[in-house]
């Protein structure tokens, strides 16, 4: 019933930006923390940021004054503005959401992922 759905990888030159979407879809009553993962080949899934529905952010170090997440709570969306970007950020990108449909308790959702490839 309920479906977090992203959008906006590619493929970008160090130095480039690339601007993420996801948008939590179905029968929401409402919406916590949503954040952003990223998890490369042959490592953990990490946490890149997290945002509350007031608004308050924090940021993994290596990210930090790069990486820009926001929220738009009437759009039920997640944005990440990935500005700078370096090799290492190359990675599956994954939003995470904390909700609580209708009629069901509250729980962590996922995103299927999508693909962020830094290289020149």
């Known amino acids: 019933q309920v479906q977090l759905v992203e959008s906006g990888g590619g493929l970008v030159q160090p130095g480039g930006s690339l601007r993420l979407s996801c948008a939590a879809s179905?029968?929401?009553?409402?919406?916590?923390?949503m954040a952003w993962y990223c998890q490369a080949p042959g490592k953990q899934r990490e946490l890149v940021a997290t945002?509350?529905?007031?608004?308050?952010?924090n940021y993994a170090r290596t990210v930090k004054g790069r990486f820009t997440i926001s929220r738009d709570n009437a759009k039920n969306t997640v944005y990440l503005q990935m500005n700078s970007l370096k090799p290492e950020d190359t990675a599956i990108y994954y939003c995470?959401?904390?909700?609580?449909?209708?009629?069901?308790?509250?729980?962590?959702?996922w995103g299927q992922g999508t693909q962020v490839t830094v290289s020149s």
């Open positions: 995470n959401a904390d909700i609580k449909p209708y009629y069901y308790a509250r729980r962590d959702y």
């Open positions: 179905g029968s929401i009553s409402s919406i916590g923390v």
């Open positions: 945002i509350t529905s007031g608004g308050n952010t």
